[in-house]
T-cell receptor, first 115, second 114 residues
Framework: GAVVSQHPSWVICKSGTSVKIECRSL??????MFWYRQFPKQSLMLMATSNEGSKATYEQGVEKDKFLINHASLTLSTLTVTSAHPEDSSFYIC???????????FGSGTRLTVV | GNSVTQMEGPVTLSEEAFLTINCTYT??????LFWYVQYPGEGLQLLLK?????DKGSNKGFEATYRKETTSFHLEKGSVQVSDSAVYFCALGRSGGGADGLTFGKGTHLIIQP
């Protein structure tokens, strides 16, 4: 149980375009999902908390207009990187908490490269 | 604010050696503590957790005890295997109910040599 699927696993896009990353909880409902960013050889940094049916909560320093989060159902949250630039290249990871457990399940991550 | 400090690697050990990866934290209130493992090319997997002081989390031969007096959650294993080679992250939950995201340490790359 507690499986989180993230898609795509990697994507290459041109500067100025937008990219959407999906995060799905496969066998449980998640009212809250989390989006992290991981730089090479660095830790995971929480970007935002995605709340089903309401606005996401962004961490300090994260541009909400650049990183659009939508959590339209109890099993799906999406992160859209708008007008991507090379400095947005990173590893993005989503997470959700299965209310049946105590712990957070992570997706396998999305490697974004902006060229 | 909350923060997690863990020893930086890489840590290189021989098979069957004893492992300790130090983790200390700064937090308000009573956070929950976690160890996650990331194998090459894979996502993060929960290794073990502890939700209150003096709790011991254990899994796959790994153990960590929540020490409030020293604000520590050191990861230990008595005899490591080559298959334990991975990156290990110490993390804390900002609230007991799990409504908030996690604060991670920088990760410790563990390399086990045969």
């Amino acid at each position: 149980g507690a499986v989180v699927s993230q898609h795509p696993s990697w994507v290459i896009c041109k500067s100025g375009t937008s990219v959407k990353i999906e995060c799905r909880s496969l066998d449980f409902q998640a009212t809250t999902m989390f989006w992290y960013r991981q730089f090479p050889k660095q830790s995971l940094m929480l970007m935002a908390t995605s709340n089903e049916g309401s606005k996401a909560t962004y961490e300090q320093g994260v541009e909400k207009d650049k990183f659009l989060i939508n959590h339209a159902s109890l099993t799906l949250s999406t992160l859209t990187v708008t007008s991507a630039h090379p400095e947005d290249s990173s590893f993005y990871i989503c997470s959700a908490r299965d209310p049946r457990l105590y712990g957070y399940t992570f997706g396998s991550g999305t490697r974004l490269t902006v060229v | 604010g909350n923060s997690v400090t863990q020893m930086e690697g890489p840590v290189t050990l021989s098979e069957e050696a004893f492992l300790t990866i130090n983790c200390t934290y700064t937090a308000t209130g009573y956070p929950s503590l976690f160890w996650y493992v990331q194998y090459p090319g894979e996502g993060l997997q929960l290794l073990l957790k502890a939700t209150k002081a003096d709790d011991k989390g254990s899994n796959k031969g790994f153990e960590a005890t929540y020490r409030k007096e020293t604000t520590s959650f050191h990861l230990e294993k008595g005899s490591v295997q080559v298959s334990d080679s991975a990156v290990y992250f110490c993390a804390l939950g900002r609230s007991g109910g799990g409504a908030d995201g996690l604060t991670f340490g920088k990760g410790t790359h563990l390399i086990i040599q045969p």
